[in-house]
């Protein structure tokens, strides 16, 4: 196998397992829109990384800890949350044009951000992702309990005097490492797929947070696997065929839990 097949292979095996931990707390907790602010919110630090000649990915990461702070901080001073991800979501890409615009020449890795390529996941980024995956499950496994009450009902947990802010606070910067660290795979455009469509199928088969955690595992690594076997084989982009083949596993495990339920009916 080349080198670059398994770096894919390894990245996709990596970012699955990142995602099913995020992903499950964010459709849990029905902040998913927070995903695709935070995500393009990226691309003002992208954008910056190019105009000032460092790395864009370090770049990208200061400014999704940035966003999903701040989205956090006006969301806690009366303003919507939804609107506060907005804020962050088109200045963020405000930023990212305009910086890209002021960058002389041309950007030559900017496509690969944009749309994702897992051919080019290299091995430092897999090294990054598994790093991110010890402190995420590390964090799971000390805070699982209270996870699980924040992400269930944040009002409860806050009258048992559970720290609601500082899971919140955890468990969002965790979300915007984990998007920096999938952008080079999935792309701006196509990630929050990634972190919504195997919860989505997931949970049709079960309402219990652990399992869904797992079974959202088993989708998302299903569709990399999937991606990547048509990029090998049909040269498509691979995270454009991920989400095609993470759509259709939704309906399908839509479509039966809907036979299911109408015969339980008529029973």
């Known amino acids: 196998m080349p080198d670059f097949m398994l770096n894919a292979l390894t990245g996709i095996v990596l970012t699955a397992a990142v995602a099913a931990v995020i992903g499950t707390y964010i459709v849990t907790r029905r902040m998913l829109f927070i995903s695709g602010g935070i995500t393009h919110a990226c691309f003002g630090g992208l954008g910056l990384g190019y105009f000032l000649g460092v790395s864009p990915a370090a ?12 989205a956090d901080w006006l969301s806690r001073r009366r303003v919507r949350r939804d609107s506060a991800i907005a804020v962050v979501w088109a200045f963020g890409m405000a930023l990212g044009i305009l910086f890209v615009f002021l960058t002389p020449g041309y950007v030559p890795e900017l496509n690969s951000f944009l749309f994702g390529n897992v051919l080019t996941v290299t091995p430092a980024d897999n090294a990054a992702l598994l790093i991110l995956l010890a402190a995420l499950a590390a964090f799971w496994t000390l805070f ?72 959202s595992f088993l989708f998302a690594l299903a569709g990399g696997l999937g991606g990547l076997a048509a990029a090998w084989h049909v040269s498509v982009p691979a ?22 339920s109408r015969i339980q009916g008529h029973m």
């Open 59 to 70: 770049t990208a990461a200061v400014f999704a800890a940035g966003s999903s702070l701040g």
């Open 144 to 215: 699982r309990r209270r996870i699980v009450a924040v992400s269930f009902d944040e009002d409860f947990a806050r009258t048992r005097g559970l720290p609601v802010a500082f899971v919140n606070t955890a468990m969002t910067l965790f979300t915007a490492l984990a998007i920096v660290l999938s952008i080079r795979m999935m792309g701006i455009m196509l990630l929050m797929s990634f972190l919504s469509l195997p919860q989505m199928a997931a949970e049709t088969l079960t309402r219990r947070y652990t399992p869904l955690m797992l079974l």
């Open 239 to 260: 995270s454009a065929a991920i989400v095609i083949i993470l759509t259709a596993l939704y309906l399908l495990a839509a479509l039966a839990d809907a036979i299911r």
